[in-house]
């Protein structure tokens, strides 16, 4: 596979991939690593195989058929019925994430000083843009330098606090 083509996957993959590592999956990671410390690292190992597959599944069919959602991939291969079936627990999935992504929004924004009738409206407002402009490919390549923070975050919150309050003895 050439470098460019390559690189023209790795942008949706990478803001997909980051998609994963969102508000509730950090709070849920820093109580349960407070609790576990390092106990359940095994489990997590176990669900990163078939989270690994769904997603390089979903990344396949992604690239084989731009445009489709999963929904449209449903009904071209099955019933009308069936697709929208299978969407109703996809919508109801969406509703709960939106929602949780907002509290985590806005938490990040209270935290930094800016009150939620700010911050949850400006963003509100950026993603319906975003949705009816449709310029993703415009978006991706900022979301893809600003998803790099990330790492670098956990990266420097290691160095900075260092790892003497680590549990490392649970692991064994």
Known sequence: MRLRRLLALFGPAWII???DVDASSVITAVSNGEIYGYGLI???????IPLFIIQDAMGRVGAALPGYGFG???RM?????????ASIPMFITDIFTYVVEYAG?????LLVGIPLYIS?????FVHLSIL???EYRRIEKPLI???FLLPLAFLSELILRGTDHLRLSSLF
């Open 145 to 147: 330098l600003l998803s």
């Open 105 to 109: 929004i806005g938490t990040g924004f």
């Open 132 to 134: 009816l402009l449709k």
């Open 72 to 74: 449209d991939i449903i």
């Open 42 to 48: 095994y489990l997590l190992l176990i669900l990163s």
């Open 120 to 124: 949850l409206p400006s963003i509100f």
């Open 77 to 85: 291969k099955f019933s009308r019925n069936i697709a929208l079936s």
């Open 17 to 19: 991939m980051m998609a």
